[in-house]
């Protein structure tokens, strides 16, 4: 099993710029296509960004061309700059795997984001 922690959450104003960090305690490499999502409370959880192995991304409608993934491999280590933050942004974010197969049925705690003036 692995390991997911996450964090660089907090409160931001809209319009402000927040990075996430989730670390893997095994290589990232080999899990694959890493993911991040959200879930806003209410809601169930989204996927919002996913990047493979070879750096290839994609986002979700709310969220393109604001927010970038970025994997470091070496580090085992999935990042996401989230720009122009917005009051609908708000919410835990959360990294497991990403591809075909869904998600790990295990989760790190997240780290939350609060979108707010």
């Known amino acids: 099993q692995v390991q997911l922690v996450e964090s660089g959450g907090g409160l931001v104003q809209p319009g402000g710029s927040l990075t996430l960090s989730c670390a893997a305690s095994r290589s990232i490499c080999s899990i694959g296509t890493m993911g991040w999502y959200r879930q806003a409370p209410g809601k169930s959880r989204e996927l919002v960004a996913r990047i493979t192995n070879g750096g290839t991304t994609s986002y979700g409608d709310s969220v393109k061309d604001r927010f970038t993934i970025s994997r470091d491999n070496a580090k085992n280590t999935v990042y996401l700059r989230m720009n122009n933050l917005n009051p609908e942004d708000t919410a835990v974010y959360s990294c497991?795997?990403?591809?075909?197969?869904?998600?790990?049925?295990?989760w790190g705690q997240g780290t939350p984001v609060t979108v707010s003036s």
């Open positions: 497991n795997r990403g591809g075909v197969l869904g998600p790990f049925p295990y």
